[in-house]
Nanobody, 125 residues
Framework: VQLQASGGGLVQAGGSRRLSCAAS????????LGWFRQAPGKEREFVAA????????YYADSVKGRFTISRDNAKNTIDLQMNSLKPEDTAVYYC???????????????????WGQGTQVTVSS
């Protein structure tokens, strides 16, 4: 599975940004697609995920109510709509794909075998 993330940039606090991730290759084997982020000096953390077939959504508590993940199976894309952005949302955002068919591991970056290149989101105060 190949992943290409886009949509990052500079945005003011309180603003919105939409990230997109295009998937190609063996997407039929994909169980879940997710977004993770990594800020300087911090570990990579889970942001949101969506199961490819059923569309079940998962969110980190820190973004719940502000971010929305969606998928378009026909286009093989997932989007992350980010609203009410805060300076602490500043990070490199990565999309990732997991073939592990278990909801128990959706939040664990170690089960995601495929990663996009990352896109920088900077939220200014």
């Amino acid at each position: 599975v190949q992943l290409q993330a886009s949509g990052g940039g500079l945005v003011q606090a309180g603003g919105s940004r939409r990230l997109s991730c295009a998937a190609s290759g063996r997407t039929d084997s994909t169980y879940v697609l997710g977004w993770f982020r990594q800020a300087p000096g911090k570990e990579r953390e889970f942001v949101a995920a969506i199961t490819w077939s059923s569309g079940h959504r998962y969110y980190a508590d820190s973004v719940k109510g502000r971010f929305t993940i969606s998928r378009d199976n026909a286009k093989n894309t997932i989007d992350l709509q980010m609203n009410s952005l805060k300076p602490e949302d500043t990070a490199v955002y990565y999309c990732a794909a997991s073939l592990v068919r278990s909801s128990s591991y959706v939040l664990d970056p170690q089960v995601y075998a495929y990663w996009g290149q990352g896109t920088q989101v900077t939220v200014s105060s």
